[in-house]
C-alpha cells in the first residue's frame, strides 16, 4: 500500500499564498473566487496553488483556519475570563469582538460568509466548514465555563441548560455585531449604544425571567 507523503511547501509562498487567498476571498466569496487570481495576486503558478492545497475547497479551507488563527493569537481573552458575571462578559466581549472585526476585517468577513455561503458546499465539505467556523461558539462555551461556576446558581437548576441559553444569547448578540458592522464597514463603534442595550436586556431577562413573582 502506498504511502501518502505531505507535499513540502515553501514558507514564503504559502505566506503570500495564504495572505492573497484572505484577501480575495472576502472579497469575492467563494463561489466567484478563481484560484488564477489568488495565482496572481500571490506571484506563483496555479499549479503550485493545486499542489499545495490539492483543490480549491483545500485551499479554503486552509485559508478559513489561517483567518481563526490570525485572530484566536491576537485576542485578549481576560476580556472572557476575568468578567464577574455573565453580563459583565457578553458586553465587554461583544466591545471586544467588534474592536477585532476593526483590526482584522478580512479575517471576520471571511468567517461571516462561511456561515452564509455554507450550502454552497456538499455534505462533506460543509461538515468542515462548520467545524472550522465553529470555533468561535465553542471558544466561547469553554470560556464562560470559569464565570458560570463563580455564579451563585439554584441548586435545582441545570447548569447545561444555563450554558446553552447563555450560548443562544451569544449567538443572537453575534448576529446583531454582524449586522451592525456591515452598516457601519468603517468600524465606527460611537453607535453601539443599541447592541450593548439589548446584551444588558437579554441577560436582565436569562437572570430575573419574565414572569411576576
Known amino acids: 500500500m502506498e504511502s501518502t507523503k505531505p507535499v513540502p511547501k515553501d514558507p514564503e509562498k504559502v505566506a503570500r499564498i495564504l495572505n492573497s487567498s484572505l484577501k480575495v476571498f472576502a472579497d469575492n466569496r467563494y463561489q466567484r473566487t478563481k484560484v488564477d487570481q489568488i495565482a496572481e495576486m500571490a506571484e506563483v503558478s496555479k499549479g503550485i496553488i493545486f499542489r499545495y492545497y490539492d483543490s480549491k475547497f483545500g485551499l479554503y479551507k486552509s485559508t478559513l483556519q489561517f483567518a481563526v488563527t490570525n485572530i484566536m493569537d491576537f485576542a485578549d481573552l481576560s476580556v472572557w475570563k476575568d468578567s464577574k458575571d455573565l453580563t459583565e462578559m457578553i458586553i465587554r466581549a461583544t466591545k471586544y469582538k467588534m474592536q477585532l472585526q476593526i483590526k482584522f476585517p478580512n479575517e471576520f468577513k471571511l468567517l461571516l460568509d462561511a456561515y452564509s455561503d455554507v450550502n454552497d458546499f456538499n455534505d462533506e465539505d460543509r461538515e468542515v466548514v462548520h467545524q472550522i467556523v465553529g470555533v468561535d461558539l465553542n471558544r466561547a462555551m469553554e470560556l464562560s465555563g470559569p ?53 444588558e436586556g437579554y441577560m436582565e431577562i436569562f437572570e430575573r425571567g419574565i414572569s411576576e413573582k
Open 147 to 199: 464565570v458560570l461556576e463563580r455564579l451563585n446558581i439554584r441548586n435545582d437548576v441545570d447548569t447545561e441548560l444555563v450554558q446553552g441559553m447563555f450560548n443562544a444569547i451569544m449567538l443572537q448578540i453575534g448576529e446583531e455585531t454582524k449586522a451592525y458592522m456591515k452598516r457601519h464597514p468603517n468600524g465606527d463603534l460611537s453607535h453601539m449604544t443599541e447592541i450593548i442595550q439589548h446584551a
